[in-house]
């Protein structure tokens, strides 16, 4: 079964290998937009109706769209009153292209098809888009292509077959050496939130998924190993489901040793399966929502999460200070203060991570919500997690906070902790998403 995952947009688009455009054999092209029009990014609101709109390619769900909003925030606050979901909404992508080979240039419409010979190199992909790691490399793929102007800007889609993208992806968002057991877990997380989430987590987007942090980082055969294409195979077909449906199996690097549930980070209704619990062998009621309760958590050093393992930046706890003018640039870039006065949290899910904040500034009070947005405001260019406490001495503002995501989900370092303590992954992914049932995908779901 074949997929269409998306990789970010580029100014152009440089393409290398066996390419075949329009029956003809080339080794490269560029490829660029005519298009004078930027893209215009916004969020939609849904909900649950039995009268909706039908979204998804294979877990459907019909959904009413209520409204469209310019801010985050604004978004996620309306998704939690009405106990429904946001998503990205993109328009005005499509329009011409221009194909530049060594053998002639001409002008197409939006898709362009670009057939594969055999593997395909693009170069300089964003990867890590917004966070401190991001950087560029040329990365090669198999499949074919489908090319679209996005604005300005040029985006391909690579048609792939599933499980050749599952074993991409295991190594792309876990380090492909990573104990078998835990690249396992992964395996079926991924395909689980593929199939659950293809074409409704980019509800006006011409594919499945995309290739970043937003769904699932896929970096083509770069994070392909033996092990990956073994934890793809020994769990073929396998999905994590609950009342016969696939699951939310949301996943991130480090829960700092609670997990968080859905609804403090995308509003809506928590799931059964989402819960917060101790990363660890503890069986009772875990949270730090409480000031007290975090002080206690950042203290707590017991968790499956809390390792050092090769090739892996491993947030855990972690620190960062801001002199205050540092501070005080880093919130002018989205709002109009002079000067930061004090950071206030105001609610914080059972992980610790708050969710809505109060900056104190010379111009008033802000309300930062979403442990996105707190994170984005904050971050040089993005905090490792929202769960953290602050502290304001000698001038500085010191931050000190656990873990690396939104903590929702399996923890990906948690897992591998389990790994190397003797846990299989059925064990694993119990531990992470209770409640719910391996069970065999069909091809379309109700």
């Not at 899910?349 to 708050?354: F, K, W, Y």
Request: glycine share 8%; aromatic share 10%; net charge neutral.
């Amino acid at each position: 079964m074949k997929i269409r995952v998306a990789l970010p947009e580029v100014e152009i688009l440089e393409i290398y290998g066996d390419l075949i455009i329009g029956g003809k054999r080339y080794d490269e092209a560029k490829i660029i937009s005519l298009e004078t029009e930027s893209i215009k990014s916004k969020y939609a609101i849904f909900k649950t109706s039995d009268t909706g709109k039908v979204f998804g390619r294979f877990y459907k769900r019909r959904w009413e769209l209520v409204d469209i909003v310019d801010d985050l925030g604004s978004a996620h606050r309306l998704a939690e009153k009405i106990r429904g979901e946001y998503r990205t909404w993109i328009e005005g992508w499509g329009g011409n292209l221009k194909v530049i080979t060594l053998k002639g240039h001409w002008i197409v419409d939006s898709p362009l098809r670009i057939r594969s010979g055999g593997k395909i190199k693009i170069k300089s992909i964003v990867v890590g888009r917004g966070f401190h790691w991001e950087r560029k490399e040329d990365l090669v793929f198999l499949g074919d292509f489908d090319i679209y102007a996005w604005g300005k800007d040029v985006r391909a889609v690579n048609i792939i077959e599933m499980e050749d993208y599952i074993s991409s992806v295991i190594g792309s968002e876990m380090h492909p050496d990573a104990p078998l057991e835990a690249l396992k877990a992964q395996a079926v997380a991924a395909r689980t939130n593929l199939i659950r989430t293809a074409q409704s987590h980019h509800p006006s987007e011409p594919f499945d998924i995309c290739s970043e942090d937003h769904c699932q980082v896929y970096l083509g055969l770069k994070k392909v190993s033996h092990e990956t294409l073994r934890a793809s195979s020994e769990t073929r077909g396998l999905i994590l489901t609950y009342d016969g449906n696939p699951i939310e199996a949301r996943y991130s690097k480090c829960c700092g040793g609670i997990t968080e549930r859905f609804s403090v980070v995308w509003g809506g209704e928590d799931p059964p399966y989402s819960t917060n619990r101790y990363d660890a062998d503890i069986d009772k009621c875990a949270d730090a929502s409480s000031e007290e309760g975090f002080l206690k958590l950042i203290d707590f050093e017991d968790a499956f999460c809390n390792l050092e393992f090769k090739g892996i930046e491993n947030l855990y706890r972690w620190r960062v200070e801001y002199d205050e003018k540092e501070l005080n640039d880093l919130v002018r870039r989205f709002y109009d203060i002079n000067e930061v006065k004090s950071l206030i949290p105001l609610r914080r899910g059972n992980s610790g991570r708050i969710y809505e904040l109060k900056i104190e500034s010379d111009k008033g009070e802000l309300v930062l919500q979403n442990e996105f947005k707190i994170r984005r405001v904050l971050g040089k260019p993005f905090l490792p997690s929202s769960a953290f406490k602050v502290d304001k001495r000698n001038g500085k503002f010191v931050l000190v906070g656990c873990g690396w995501g939104h903590g929702v989900g399996m923890c990906q370092m948690g897992s591998i902790g389990m790994a190397l303590k003797g846990y299989n992954y059925p064990d694993i992914l119990k531990h992470y998403y209770p409640h719910t049932q391996l069970s065999l995908y069909a091809e379309e779901l109700p």
